[in-house]
């Protein structure tokens, strides 16, 4: 079974980062895709960075302040959040797809974000 493990959210003020991490059970390069998902509340699921095919893609929101990272020995996907935003705060969610062997879509626990003004 695959499992995906958020860790790094928390409580930070405006303009301030945070860096999340996202520990996965199998090598991090056997995924389809990998990526960050985030939930406030009272909104969709909002995408905030997919790594697919050796490319990454940020929601138009986080661009230039946010930066998606894979340490592949490690099996760690990593989330590095600057000049954070208000509008930031949600819950983030670690995702990851396989297409061979253990297919499906995983998803972590979630980590809260919250960004204080």
């Known amino acids: 079974q695959v499992q995906l493990v958020e860790s790094g959210g928390g409580l930070v003020q405006a303009g301030g980062s945070l860096r999340l991490s996202c520990a996965a059970s199998?090598?991090?390069?056997?995924?389809?895709?990998i990526g960050w998902y985030r939930q406030a509340p009272g909104k969709q699921r909002e995408t905030v960075a997919i790594?697919?095919?050796?490319?990454?893609t940020y929601g138009d929101s986080v661009k230039g302040r946010f930066t998606n990272s894979r340490d592949n020995a490690k099996n760690v996907m990593a989330l590095q959040m600057n000049s954070l935003k208000p509008e930031d705060t949600a819950v983030y969610y670690c995702?990851?797809?396989?297409?061979?062997?253990?297919?499906?879509?995983?998803w972590g626990q979630g980590t809260q974000v919250t960004v204080s003004s």
């Open positions: 995702m990851g797809r396989v297409v061979s062997g253990a297919v499906g879509t995983y």
């Open positions: 199998r090598s991090i390069s056997t995924f389809n895709a």
């Open positions: 790594t697919s095919g050796g490319t990454t």
